[in-house]
């Protein structure tokens, strides 16, 4: 079998659509184009029909009632109502939230919108394995913490926090419970009919399913109340106006009950893959991996390679497609905050690469893989002084390096 | 980030990869930037009896950017007397390589390399 380039592993970003999931959809962009809303004629009760169908295979994806399931359009939206709708519901209790470092900017940006209308926050830092200290956690709520916002997956490094345990703690505490969930569907087996969790936040894209399209998870029992944030008809009982896309709620629902039904065969698959690749890229000497190797869904790898300079990393790598911490691949051109969070320098944040697998990921594409980053990293070490220092044993770190105003002041002497 | 193939092709082929003997009384030794700002340019120089540059070898850990750019100026180099070296302005680099605005920072520390580099010389003598 031949090899296609490049080989897509930046499965965290977004996956291919499953050729199932698109049969699903076809109809619904095609023959049947009614609007759910529509209650007096059959193209209306035809995709109010499909919509609920797939909001039952979410539900029982996640272990929910389908009652408990409000269609948005993704994540990001999803973290967006569950925060700002519950902390605006809520606030005659308290007006402190607590959430993480290491958060998704859906997350992080909402908690400062927040801030800024009234809210405090506090952004608890993780361990240097990414994952909570429980006990941090416990002596961070005040009397005044209405709501703890917490991701199960994380994006960069995979890590997988103990959702129960933290959503004991706020059940005991009577505190609201928030999951940022987009990164665990299809990774880890849970029901939320046994996880204390109150909101919960979905996406289709990440599990094979079309963007656009997710889902908040709202428990009735004890019941939750959020303020609606998008106002326009009074669909999904209030919670969220606007016409539902019907084909993409038909992709999510199909993804999900696929990642539901397939997970007990694939996730052995993955784990072998990426455990391939790691065993191959332990061969490479000085690298580190950024997050716990124990609690982590296998789908995810993330390595720093030491004295390798991320950008010309990545343009040496390019027949594979990954993504990086270096600041020279993001918008904001800082290293990743969440590898800066769990205490990584800017040298080893900057030359991180996260791969991450898929159903599609074959044993070919991590045996290039393995070889492509052998050769290149080699290749960039000898260009790299860095390197070369390392082998004579200068220790890099403690070594004066000059900035420019000192540089200046020396030559001119 | 597009590059120009001038510096993909420095990048993919760099030039006078290597180390020189520190030591060596006819080698001038430059090394500019820091890790912690994501370029370290290590630039050497052998200059003949007459005063002229006969070698040149770079060691750079960097963006693609950065590689060219002192790939470039090793080529530049040699020939070249020392005062003839230190008149190689950062500009030039950068025209030479179109490199993009937020990528002058890599010629103007290949510059303060070939500086580095000839200072280290001159103090030996």
Same mark, same amino acid.
């Given at each position: ?210 963007k656009g399209v997710g889902a908040l998870y709202v428990r009735r029992r004890p019941r ?190 | ?73 090793t080529e530049w180099l040699k020939g070249k007397n020392l005062d003839e070296a230190q008149? =190689?302005?950062? %500009?030039?680099? *950068? &025209? ?5 605005? +937020?990528? =002058?920072?890599? %010629?103007?520390? *290949? &510059? ?5 580099? +000839?200072?280290?010389?001159? %103090?030996?003598?």
């Open positions: 079998m031949s090899l296609k380039l490049p080989i897509y592993l930046d499965n965290s970003a977004t996956t291919k659509i499953d050729p199932r999931v698109l049969d699903k959809m076809m109809p619904f962009l095609t023959e049947e184009f009614g609007n759910p809303a529509s209650r007096s004629h059959s193209f209306g009760w035809t995709t109010d029909k499909a919509v609920e169908h797939a909001r039952e295979q979410v539900a029982s994806a996640v272990g929910a009632d389908s009652k408990e399931i409000i269609w948005t359009s993704g994540a990001t939206e999803s973290i967006n109502l569950a925060l700002k709708g519950a902390a605006s519901f809520y606030q005659d209790r308290g007006r402190h939230l607590i959430t993480i470092k290491t958060e998704h900017k859906a997350t992080l940006d909402t908690m400062r919108e927040l801030e800024r209308t009234g809210f405090e926050v506090t952004y608890l830092t993780p361990e240097t394995n990414g994952l909570i200290d429980l006990s941090k956690l416990a002596s961070a709520i005040r009397v005044d913490t209405i709501l703890i916002s917490v991701m199960y997956v994380n994006n960069e490094i995979g890590v997988i926090q103990d959702i129960e345990a933290i959503g004991s703690l706020c059940r005991e505490k009577n505190i609201i419970f928030h999951v940022d969930a987009a990164q665990a569907i299809g990774k880890i087996d849970f029901s939320l009919e046994k996880l204390p969790v109150d909101l919960m936040s979905f996406s289709a894209h990440k599990c094979y399913g079309p939750i109340r959020l303020l609606a944030q998008i106002h326009g008809g009074g669909h999904e009982r209030g919670f969220r106006s606007g016409t539902l896309p019907t084909h993409q709620i038909v992709g999510m629902g199909e993804a999900f009950e696929i990642a539901k039904t397939d997970i007990s065969k694939e996730l052995p698959r993955i784990k072998k893959l990426r455990d391939n690749l790691l065993t191959g890229l332990q061969s490479i000497e000085e690298i580190y991996v950024n997050g716990d190797m124990k609690h982590r869904v296998p789908h995810n790898l993330n390595v720093s390679f030491n004295y390798v300079e991320g950008e010309s990393l990545i343009m040496a790598i390019k027949d594979i497609a990954v993504s990086s911490g270096s600041a020279c691949t993001s918008a904001s051109l800082e290293p990743s905050y969440v590898l800066r969070a769990i205490g990584r320098n800017d040298e080893l944040a900057h030359s991180s690469i996260r791969f991450s697998l898929s159903r599609f990921t074959t044993e070919e594409e991590i045996e290039y893989t393995v070889r492509l980053l052998n050769d290149k990293v080699a290749k960039l070490r000898d260009l790299s002084p860095l390197w070369e220092m390392f082998k004579d044993g200068i220790d890099v770190s403690s070594y004066e390096w000059q900035e420019h105003g000192e540089r200046d002041i020396i030559l001119h002497n | 980030m597009s590059y120009s193939n001038k510096v993909i092709d420095h990048y993919e082929h760099p030039r006078n990869v290597g180390a020189l003997n520190k030591d060596d009384p006819s080698v001038g030794t430059g090394m500019v930037g820091a890790p912690a700002c994501g370029d370290v340019m290590k630039l050497q120089i052998k200059v003949s009896d007459s005063g002229i540059i006969e070698d040149a070898k770079f060691k750079t850990y960097g963006c693609g950017s950065a590689i060219a750019s002192s790939s470039l100026v008149m =190689i302005k950062n %500009s030039q680099i *950068a &025209e030479e390589l179109e490199l993009p605005p +937020v990528k =002058i920072h890599c %010629s103007v520390l *290949a &510059e303060d390399a070939i500086k580095a580099a +000839v200072a280290n010389y001159r %103090s030996k003598h």
